[in-house]
């Protein structure tokens, strides 16, 4: 139990407002003792500022920050730029990731995929970040084949990363699998599964579409039922996302990433039902 780690997602916030909500949180948030705290980065670089200023701020109060730099639609002069800003405000930790270009925005850049991304960072900066990437149990939604998504997870790997956060899901079976195919082709590094809490059926229906997550039928179709009722939808989601965390730390997973969606109170909630 004791080498199992936590870490917490936020996105930037855009506005003052938004800035004030998230420290709010990060109050309510920081005596779970998380590991790290992850700032997601708009792909195209929308939010390069955004990230720069909440990772900063995170580092100020103590607590370990790692930016998310995507790389789809930049150079390799802007990546360099953006992983200078970060050594020189002290940051150790990165998530690295291709991105997904916002529709009808600009031109695919000079990366294409977080492979080469990786291994630009390495050739840069050598060993100076802890290098997180992307893995997803249930296949990445424009992968050729999951033969093919795996491959490409190992080369990712192989370009240097030293640990992986999954996608979310709610279907254990599919992350331990995940871990074995991995484990098979030769990769040793911590596969670190995402949690994302339940509290809003049609925007978990919405992510989920987009990102290629499954939300299994049996879980929809109870959320649907509740129609506007958010307080039983957020026990039900509890429920679920607490025996999901439960299953995982029991079969020994290296540590769990909540994805916050920067509200404090379902994170909250899953971690002290789990005793944490
Ligand atoms: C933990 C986590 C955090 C995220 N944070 C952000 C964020 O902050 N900002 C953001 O914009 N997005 C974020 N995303 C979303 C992510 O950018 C998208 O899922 C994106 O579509 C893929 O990014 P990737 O780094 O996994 O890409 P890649 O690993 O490059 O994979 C993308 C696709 O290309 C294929 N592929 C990979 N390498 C090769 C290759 N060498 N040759 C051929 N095919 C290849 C893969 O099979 C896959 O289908 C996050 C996702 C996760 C799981």
């Known amino acids: 139990m004791q080498d199992r780690y936590f870490s917490f997602e936020f996105f930037p916030p855009k506005t003052a407002e938004g800035t004030e909500k998230l420290r709010n949180t990060r109050a309510q948030l920081a005596p779970l003792k998380p590991k790290y705290i992850s700032v997601t980065f708009g792909a195209g670089g929308t939010t390069q500022?955004?990230?720069l200023d909440a990772v900063l701020e995170i580092q100020r109060e103590g607590i370990e920050a790692a930016p998310h730099l995507s790389c789809v639609g930049s150079s390799r002069e802007s990546i360099r730029?953006?992983?200078q800003q970060y050594r020189e405000g002290g940051i150790r930790h990165i998530v690295a990731l291709r991105g997904d270009m916002p529709s009808g925005m600009g031109e695919i850049g000079e990366f294409r995929y977080a492979n080469e991304l990786v291994e630009f960072i390495r050739a840069e900066t050598g060993d100076w970040f802890n290098i997180e990437v992307a893995a997803y149990p249930e296949y990445h939604p424009q992968a050729k084949s999951p033969r093919h998504d795996l491959d490409n997870f190992v080369r990712k790997v192989r370009a240097g990363a030293d640990s992986a956060i999954t996608q979310y899901f709610y279907n254990a079976d599919a992350y331990f699998r995940f871990v074995d195919d991995v484990r098979a082709l030769g990769v040793e590094v911590p596969i670190v599964p995402g949690i994302m809490p339940i509290t809003n059926y049609s925007q978990l229906m919405r992510f989920s579409e987009m990102c290629g997550a499954e939300?299994?039928?049996?879980?929809?179709?109870?959320l649907e039922s509740f129609g506007d009722d958010r307080e039983s939808i957020r026990a039900f989601g509890l429920d679920v996302v607490t025996a999901l965390c439960e299953r995982l730390l029991a079969a020994g997973v290296p540590g769990l990433h909540f994805y916050t969606l920067n509200a404090a109170g379902a994170t909250k909630a899953i971690w002290q039902r789990l005793k944490l």
């Open 49 to 51: 500022q955004g990230t």
């Open 215 to 222: 939300v299994p039928r049996w879980v929809a179709k109870r």
């Open 81 to 83: 730029a953006i992983l």
